[in-house]
């Protein structure tokens, strides 16, 4: 059984800054890659960033500049610095990881964990 654990969301005024984690556990043999989509209310759910075993990073358009994706592997964890927050980032983020258990590849998603830009 692998779990995906998210904490770190919250409300935060515009600019303000949150910093999201997202720690697997579990039967897990190797984590390729690992990342966050988000989904704001009645919209599709959205990637937003990634990042490799190799540290190799990638992120949306819309948050370049402002976020910065990070990964512990020796903890198997993500984490999302998100700077500069505005009102249209607010949505449910979810971390994933794209992984080997049990001599399968999955991938395995977080709950969510809301992120609220308000002031």
């Known amino acids: 059984q692998v779990q995906l654990a998210e904490s770190g969301g919250g409300l935060v005024q515009p600019g303000g800054s949150l910093r999201l984690s997202c720690a697997a556990s579990?039967?897990?043999?190797?984590?390729?890659?690992m990342g966050w989509y988000h989904q704001a209310a009645g919209k599709q759910r959205e990637w937003v960033a990634s990042?490799?075993?190799?540290?190799?990073?990638n992120c949306a358009d819309s948050v370049k500049g402002r976020f910065t994706i990070s990964r512990d592997n020796a903890n198997n964890t993500v984490y999302l610095q998100m700077n500069s927050l505005k009102p249209e980032d607010t949505a449910v983020y979810y971390c994933?990881?794209?992984?080997?258990?049990?001599?399968?590849?999955?991938?395995?998603w977080g709950q969510g964990t809301q992120v609220t830009v308000s002031s």
């Open positions: 994933y990881a794209a992984l080997r258990s049990g001599g399968v590849g999955i991938i395995k």
């Open positions: 579990g039967s897990i043999f190797s984590i390729a890659a």
């Open positions: 990042i490799t075993v190799g540290g190799d990073t």
